[in-house]
């Protein structure tokens, strides 16, 4: 397994592959639009990546705005984007901290499993709170008033019921002190055989994930997904 911050500096193909497998009967979309129907926003996306949510969200949004620090990353989401077809989207290298963005520009502020790294790569003297509360801050900066923040994080990669990792649950519990909402879907990867499975699944979570895995040509790894949203 490598070091996360290395994997999305070097490894963006090989990520995007893993995550490409990811949500295979398509529960995410339906959870966003419950919570804020998506048809016709401006979005920004904070640690876009390789582009998972912004190709779910192009086709349907009017506008996706779209930041990561990674050069990499961004590289692999506009290859996917371009051969989308779409043409309501940006993409520019940016912390979540510090997004060269206007007030006021949006209707959704959403990041997908990447606001947690403001809390795992400082934890340091608590200064996980600081940097998660300047991240949070920029989010709302960008909103138009009766907008919408929106997080999904990991419940437990290897789980069938939502199990908050150890080094986040002080992050989930100030976020429920922060009055956000919040709710959990199964996001199950499907990979196309079995070795494929166990090349991705070492790739970025590391040989006891393999253990998972089911026994299917296909094998399914299940995965929780927790959503936490606040107006």
């Known amino acids: 397994m490598l070091d996360h911050h290395d994997v999305y500096l070097t490894s963006a193909a090989e990520y995007d592959e893993l995550v490409s497998a990811e949500d295979h009967e398509q529960h995410i979309l339906p959870a966003l639009n419950a919570i804020r129907p998506l048809a016709g926003l401006d979005v920004v996306e904070l640690g876009a990546g390789s582009g998972r949510l912004t190709c779910l969200l192009a ?24 051969a989308g077809g779409w043409n309501n989207w940006r993409l520019q290298e940016a912390d979540h901290r510090q997004l060269p963005l206007a007030d006021g520009v949006a209707d959704v502020a959403l990041s997908g499993w990447s606001i947690c790294y403001t809390v795992t790569w400082y934890q340091e003297n608590e200064a996980w709170r600081a940097e998660l509360g300047k991240a949070l801050a920029e989010m709302r900066r960008v909103l138009r008033p009766g907008g919408v923040i929106i997080l999904l994080e990991t419940q437990g990669t290897g789980q069938t019921t939502p199990l908050a990792p150890p080094h986040l649950a002080d992050y989930y519990a100030y976020l429920d002190a922060a009055g956000f909402a919040s709710t959990w879907i199964r996001t199950d990867y499907r990979f196309a055989s079995q070795a494929e499975a166990a090349r991705l699944v070492r790739f970025f979570f590391g040989d006891d994930m393999l253990a998972h895995l089911g026994p299917q040509p296909e094998p399914i790894l299940p995965e929780c997904t927790g959503i936490w949203w606040q107006t």
């Open 59 to 82: 086709p349907i949004v009017r506008s996706i705005q779209a930041f990561d620090l990674s050069p990499a990353m961004l590289a692999v989401a506009q290859r996917k984007l371009l």
